[in-house]
């Protein structure tokens, strides 16, 4: 377990470096402010590609602690509905791989796809609200094995350097062959910071409740900062991202710390 934490901390660090030095212009730094907010907008009329890597370190199988790690590949596609209204889907494609207690599980999870109806001219605050749904696309213990649907929201605004605001979503399932009933409540508030040269702090907490546990094996409440930039691979515009959250309140079997890092292709017009 100390060489894993210690090849984790050695990967953090070398990514905050690498963002740290990613070279940006001064004659390109208004455009990359401006991709970074468009970056932390999840209602951005922008096609991304974001490859968002979450490791969980202490999660308790049996007498052990092990890692967890989940690969989410999240295509975000924006469509213009009409004059008046966007619709963006984000579609979450996991990649799992899961400690048990002789070995691990490797595969695809269950796919959520979620779709927002935002006005393109919304004042001040932009919203969005719409519907979500998970899909039993995982393999044998990857998956929930139920069809679950569920609306979702949306609202952010822009001050200044800062961006903040919230996602919220609560899923129930409606059919399937999975032992367990799904009820689960995901809330993710954003604040960001923005500095000069597409470098931003940013802190974005995972907040879930699982309404079907028992009483104290509810909620996963993380706490935490990350830091990113935006930088080019050639051409390409990417957002980079590491951040590291603790888990203050989670279940008996729950993580203690989560190393986030993403890397966000974006494809603006």
């Given at each position: ?7 984790l901390?050695?990967?953090a660090v070398?990514v905050?470096?690498?963002?740290a030095l990613a070279p ?6 208004s455009?990359?402010?401006?991709l970074?907010?468009a970056?932390?907008n999840?209602?951005?009329s922008m ?9 969980d370190?202490n999660v308790?199988?049996?007498?052990e602690?092990?890692?967890?790690n989940?690969?989410?590949i ?10 008046n ?7 979450i494609?996991?990649v799992i791989s899961k400690p048990t207690?002789d070995?691990r599980?490797n595969?695809l999870?269950d796919?959520s796809?979620?779709?927002?109806f935002?006005p393109?001219?919304?004042g001040?605050?932009?919203w969005?609200v719409?519907?979500?749904a998970?899909l039993p696309?995982?393999a044998?213990k990857?998956?929930?094995?139920k069809?679950?649907?569920g609306?979702?929201a949306v609202?952010l605004?822009f001050?200044g350097?800062?961006v903040?605001?919230g996602l ?5 399932s409606?059919?399937?062959s999975?032992p367990?009933d799904?009820?689960?409540?995901t809330l993710?508030?954003f604040?960001?910071y923005n500095?000069?040269?597409g ?7 995972l907040i879930?409740a699982?309404?079907e ?5 509810q909620?996963?409440?993380p706490?935490?900062l ?6 080019k691979?050639g051409?390409?515009?990417?957002n ?6 603790h888990n203050?309140e ?20």
């Amino acid at each position: 377990m100390r060489g894993e934490r210690s090849r984790l901390c050695r990967v953090a660090v070398g990514v905050a470096v690498f963002l740290a030095l990613a070279p940006v212009g001064k004659a390109e730094e208004s455009s990359t402010a401006d991709l970074a907010k468009a970056a932390q907008n999840p209602l951005a009329s922008m096609i991304s590609l974001p490859f968002q890597n979450n490791t969980d370190t202490n999660v308790k199988v049996g007498s052990e602690e092990k890692i967890k790690n989940t690969l989410n590949i999240q295509p975000v596609w924006p469509i213009e509905w009409n004059d008046n209204w966007n619709l963006i889907t984000r579609t979450i494609i996991p990649v799992i791989s899961k400690p048990t207690e002789d070995s691990r599980e490797n595969g695809l999870g269950d796919i959520s796809f979620s779709g927002w109806f935002s006005p393109k001219e919304s004042g001040k605050w932009v919203w969005g609200v719409g519907a979500m749904a998970l899909l039993p696309t995982g393999a044998d213990k990857l998956t929930a094995d139920k069809w679950s649907l569920g609306p979702t929201a949306v609202a952010l605004t822009f001050n200044g350097p800062w961006v903040y605001g919230g996602l919220i979503n609560n899923i129930w399932s409606v059919s399937g062959s999975g032992p367990k009933d799904i009820n689960m409540m995901t809330l993710q508030p954003f604040i960001n910071y923005n500095l000069s040269g597409g470098r931003y702090f940013t802190t974005s907490p995972l907040i879930t409740a699982n309404w079907e546990a028992d009483s104290g094996e509810q909620w996963t409440v993380p706490l935490g900062l990350g830091y990113g930039k935006i930088f080019k691979l050639g051409n390409a515009p990417v957002n980079g991202q590491i951040s590291l959250y603790h888990n203050v309140e989670a279940p008996t079997n729950g993580a203690d710390w989560q190393l986030r890092l993403q890397l966000q292709f974006m494809f603006p017009k």
